[in-house]
């Protein structure tokens, strides 16, 4: 016959019980409300057969499904990633639009994310959207693009240039172009914001010709910089980016990806001047606005540091000094005018004149 269990193990149980009891109620609570996703299976026993762990969270809302493009899977290159879709407003004239880059550390997601929150409001305000594929960093990587990053960056420009070129059968306004996108995609909008036209007037492609320049750029979360010097001096836990350059973690050396991307900074300063936003601000820019979901604190490691505000505040400022417009928007920020993307996105590219 089993021996009555020790006090230690009488204890344990009893929390057990109380642990047990608490995530019950929980999960009523979440049934009364129709939150809980998946049903605990019925019938004895239920309760140890499907343990429920403390941080669950209710499933979040499913989002609405997106209206049907107008056209979808554009091609404006030969890669099977150089694809668009597009929206079309309905407008008696030139439409402005929306060029969205979704994001994913330029390694992962689709044309869609990221975008059911503007999509409808773009359109409701005579705006009209496209959202581009590109090569991520491994494609690129396999083309023998160098640095990897120009792959996705090369692509955004070369689908915007194609976008122009179809602004007399698409029915748009060539000048309003905006972009906006969220993390790598929103690196990607401000590095398109920033650097000099790369129209090539004098080539034989009709599409080279078109103007890579945008009227306003709308961003969530952006990395503003991609000089790991900078990074690890606004926040210093910084661990993004070497990706983007080729820097690999490496256990020989007991280095990790960023590290080495460090390490190597003066190897590959001439791409950072290519491909940092920060790095190609000048005072002839667009105007740019960006949110952040938590505050700033310069110096300090931060919770999330690919995401942090930090990096608005250090471009803001120095768009600041070069007479570039730039909004900054997070938690207890001064001087917001717009409250979200959508409403600057819809004032500045239905503006009257000015930018």
């Known amino acids: 016959m089993p021996s009555a269990p020790g006090p230690a193990k009488w204890a344990q149980g009893k929390k057990y019980e109380r ?11 979440w049934m009364l409300t129709g939150t809980l ?21 209710p499933a979040k809302p499913a989002q609405p499904a997106l209206p049907k493009p ?21 407008s008696s004239t030139p439409t402005p639009l929306l060029f969205f880059i979704y994001g994913g550390g330029w390694t992962g997601g689709n044309r869609t994310s990221g975008l059911g929150g ?19 960093i491994s494609e690129a990587t396999a083309d023998k693009i160098v640095p990897p990053v120009k792959g996705p960056l090369s692509d955004a420009a070369r689908a915007l240039q194609f ?58 979360s952006p990395q503003t910089t991609l000089d790991p010097q900078q990074m690890k001096e606004w926040t210093p836990n910084s661990s993004y980016g070497g990706h983007a350059f080729g820097f690999t973690a490496s256990k020989e050396k007991k280095l990790s990806s960023f590290e080495g991307f460090l390490a190597g ?14 790095a190609l601000v000048s005072a002839d820019d667009p105007p740019v606005y960006m949110n952040f979901g938590a505050p700033p604190a310069l110096g300090q490691p931060q919770k999330d540091p690919t995401h942090t505000s930090n ?33 600057y996105l819809v004032a500045k590219l239905k503006a009257p004149t000015q930018r």
């Open 70 to 90: 107008t056209l979808e899977d554009v091609a404006y290159g030969k890669h099977p990633k150089q694809v668009l879709n597009f929206w079309k407003a309905e």
């Open 163 to 220: 976008v122009r070129s179809k602004a007399g059968e698409w029915n748009l306004d060539k000048a309003r172009i905006g972009a906006s996108g969220g993390s790598a995609g929103a690196c990607s909008s401000l590095w398109l914001a920033f650097h000099p036209d790369l129209a090539d007037p004098q080539s034989a492609d009709p599409v080279a010709r078109e103007s890579t320049r945008l009227w306003c750029a709308a961003v969530s």
């Open 118 to 136: 503007l999509l409808p409001e773009m359109l409701k305000n005579g705006i009209s959207v496209v959202s581009i594929e590109y090569r991520f």
């Open 311 to 343: 990096f608005g505040v250090k471009l803001q400022e120095h768009c600041k000094a070069l007479g570039v417009p730039c909004e900054l928007v997070y938690p207890g920020a001064p001087d917001v005018q717009h409250p979200s993307i959508a409403a």
């Open 19 to 29: 642990e047990t009891e608490m995530k019950l109620q929980r999960i009523a609570r």
């Open 265 to 278: 900074r003066e190897k590959i300063l001439p791409w950072i001047a290519e491909y940092s936003p920060y």
């Open 37 to 57: 996703a998946v049903l605990l299976p019925l019938g004895a026993g239920a309760a140890e057969a499907t343990p429920v762990k403390k941080d669950a969270k």
